[in-house]
């Protein structure tokens, strides 16, 4: 539906280290392999304030990653990446320059590492 819309990028706010459903009956890897070979970026965030998604951990997160082309951006919170991938649809000519300029942290959004002292008590 929203490819036909002309959507020009999608995010996921996605469970734990990157999952979105790709096993099982509703998968979304057509859908986000569609959005791919129109040249739509898929971006994957973390919902949770603590997670840190990551391409290559499990199966279906390489299979994401891999086969499909998403961009997977660390501990950025999906609101965050939504603004971003807004800016980056505006000032990228492509997905590589899109993936790059999403992966780059630029003002804190990502974080390099986590220090236990920084957690909520």
Do not use: W
Request: hydrophobic share 45%.
């Amino acid at each position: 539906f929203y490819l036909k819309k002309g959507v020009k990028g999608f995010v996921l706010a996605a469970t734990a280290l990157g999952h979105v459903p790709t096993f099982s009956r509703k998968t979304l890897i057509p859908f986000i392999k569609r959005a791919a070979s129109k040249g739509v970026p898929v971006v994957i965030a973390s919902q949770s304030f603590y997670g840190r998604v990551h391409p290559y951990v499990y199966t279906n997160l390489r299979r994401l990653s891999i086969e499909s082309g998403c961009t997977f951006v660390d501990d950025m919170l999906p609101e965050v990446a939504y603004i971003k991938l807004m800016i980056a649809l505006a000032e990228c000519k492509n997905i590589a320059e899109i993936k790059s300029f999403m992966q780059s942290p630029l003002a804190g959004e990502i974080t390099e590492r986590e220090i236990d002292d920084t957690y909520l008590a």
